[in-house]
């Protein structure tokens, strides 16, 4: 696959208030790879997705400069916020089954941007939801609440609605942290074959979940980068800075 | 148990110590709860009892006679119940969407503190404040005169504080997680609030708005000068006896008409108006909870 940029991160820097949390980051994301996010708490890993679909808008007194481009255009002069929004998946860490039908929960978004015929929307609703492994176990139950459904059933929601507006890059934000170790391998054999469709964001604090799946892998750091590199340097013996190796080797003092 | 070699599980004196206390604090606890119970009780219990020789299906159907003297209520109940569904279909409206305003759309900057500050304050003016400017505004500055028009607004005017606060309480209860899930998909903040949030905070909502209800049945000093007055010749059973531009009885003011204005009255018409106008408060209350707890099964999370 040709190495082509996808997202371009330049110079961002992100406060809240007076207090400057991302200091200044560049780097590249490129199309159709797995590109890992990894960190200690307050590096500011969540914020960074939120600048990349703009919800950090929605939280009053946030400054950003710098720029974020997405195939060229920056996030932030583009002419439609949820155009932008809909080119992006966002997956929460811990799973929000909105309070809808497990049907209207992945039909939500493509209702919002305007379909509402039942013979488009049914055929988006089993995509997602077999495209984010929950079909076979929901497919009966279509009316039932979303809510309802188990701690892992309802992160694959999640995935299967982050999916239904046929997002180009997907961002998940620490997607296991609420559930068990066999569905989190489910869902990576599910990031796995998504890859050939888009670029997927992966923030996670398993380091070893960004080994497994990151084809390259950043490390933040207090709102700094401190490295990025593929994933066999990062997890390697000899990353270029000391940090990385005693993170990832969960030395870290 | 005393034979057992070693109790690794007996109470320690602290422990003891501490139990008491836990009993103790519970029994206080419940006491106080309790004697919330026994002044409404008392209450109620009290009115019935000296309003038993006049309540009747006839004492609400009937009008006043003989100078309010003898007779029923029934132009007084019909003035409060087109009072309050008029004052109501004021403040509720704006009360519930100047709340998502307020609590969806605002942002924290000095316009929507002023305008927090004066939700606050004008939910701590007396009523009998709100009677003065209703007076000065509606009655003459709008020219609608005394009138039940005047009465019904100054009575929104009053209520509308009490409906944003609870609307927003309702909407505050809403996990903002849930707000930030549709955003993320690309919904506008009025998808999002119509979507999912309003179906949520309904129930909370209309709560709020119909527990105003008792207190716009209640008040007595806002429609005093703005609309009530003490008689008005109403025909038997009459369901609209009012036109809106005209005054209007209201059993809150046939009330104190009747406990300090008029002589000779039959001892016990206090007490059943009083126990008319509890007992439909009552009612609409019940309504209330009735709807919430309904609702409330359908909620969806």
């Not at chain 1, 481009?69 to 929004?85: E, F, H, M, P």
């Not at chain 2, 019935?48 to 009747?56: D, F, G, H, N, T």
């Not at chain 2, 309480?169 to 309003?198: D, H, K």
Request: glycine fraction near 6%.
């Amino acid at each position: 696959m040709a190495v082509e940029t996808h997202i371009e991160v330049t110079d961002l820097r992100l406060a809240y208030g007076h207090r400057e949390v991302i200091h200044g980051i560049s780097f590249d994301v490129r199309r159709g790879e797995i590109f890992g996010i990894i960190g200690p708490a307050q590096s500011a890993k969540t914020s960074l997705l939120r600048c990349l679909n703009r919800t950090i808008d929605f939280t009053p007194d946030t400054h950003v400069s710098g720029s974020i481009k997405i195939d060229g255009q920056d996030v932030r002069k583009t002419g439609s916020v949820y155009a932008l929004r809909r080119k992006i998946g966002m997956v929460a860490p811990l799973p929000v089954g909105l309070p809808l039908t497990i049907y209207d929960n992945v039909a939500f978004a493509p209702r919002c941007a305007g379909l509402t015929r039942r013979s488009a929307l049914a055929p988006i609703v089993e995509r997602c939801l077999r495209q984010a492994a929950l079909w076979d176990e929901v497919k009966d139950r279509l009316n039932s609440l979303g809510t309802r459904l188990s701690g892992g059933q309802q992160q694959r929601l999640t995935i299967a609605r982050a999916l239904s507006h046929q997002p180009e890059v997907l961002c998940l934000d620490e997607f296991s942290i609420a559930i068990d170790p066999v569905t989190t391998m489910r869902i990576e054999d599910v990031l796995k074959e998504l890859r050939r469709e888009m670029t997927i964001i992966l923030v996670t604090n398993l380091t070893q979940q960004a080994r497994r799946l990151a084809d390259r892998t950043m490390f933040l750091w207090n709102g700094d980068i401190v490295e990025i590199g593929t994933t066999d340097v990062i997890f390697g013996d000899r990353p270029k800075d000391r940090r990385t190796y005693d993170y990832v080797q969960g030395i870290f003092g | 148990m005393t034979d057992a070699p070693e109790n690794n599980f007996t109470a320690t004196p602290l422990i003891r110590k501490r139990l008491r206390q836990e009993t103790m604090a519970k029994w206080i606890f419940f006491g106080m709860a309790a004697a919330m119970v026994v002044p409404l009780l008392l209450i109620i219990g009290y009115l019935a009892v000296r309003a038993a020789p006049s309540l009747s299906l006839e004492f609400i159907l009937d009008v006043p006679r003989r100078g309010m003297t003898a007779g029923g209520i029934w132009p007084a109940l019909v003035g409060t119940i087109y009072l309050v569904f008029l004052s109501l279909a004021v403040s509720a409206p704006i009360g519930i969407l100047a709340a998502i305003y307020l609590n969806e759309y605002a942002r924290d900057n000095w316009f929507n503190r002023v305008i927090n500050l004066a939700v606050l304050n004008l939910a701590g003016v007396p009523s009998i404040v709100h009677a003065l400017f209703g007076l000065g505004a509606f009655v003459y500055a709008a020219r609608f005169g005394y009138s039940i028009i005047s009465a019904a607004l100054t009575l929104a005017i009053m209520t509308l504080p009490v409906i944003i606060a609870s609307t927003r309480e309702a909407l505050a209860s809403v996990p903002p997680s849930f707000r930030e899930a549709c955003w993320n998909v690309g919904a506008t903040r009025w998808q999002a609030i119509r979507a999912v949030v309003l179906p949520n905070a309904i129930s909370g909502i209309l709560t709020g708005v119909i527990l105003q209800v008792s207190r716009a049945a209640g008040e007595t000093a806002p429609i005093m000068f703005t609309g009530a007055v003490f008689f008005k010749a109403v025909e038997r059973g009459d369901l609209f006896p009012y036109y809106l531009d005209e005054q209007c009885m209201a059993l809150s003011m046939h009330l104190y008409t009747l406990s300090t204005q008029v002589p000779g009255v039959m001892e016990s018409i206090p007490y059943a108006t009083a126990i008319v106008l509890l007992g439909s408060v009552l009612l609409v209350n019940a309504m209330a909870i009735s709807l919430r707890v309904y609702l409330r099964t359908r909620k969806k999370w």
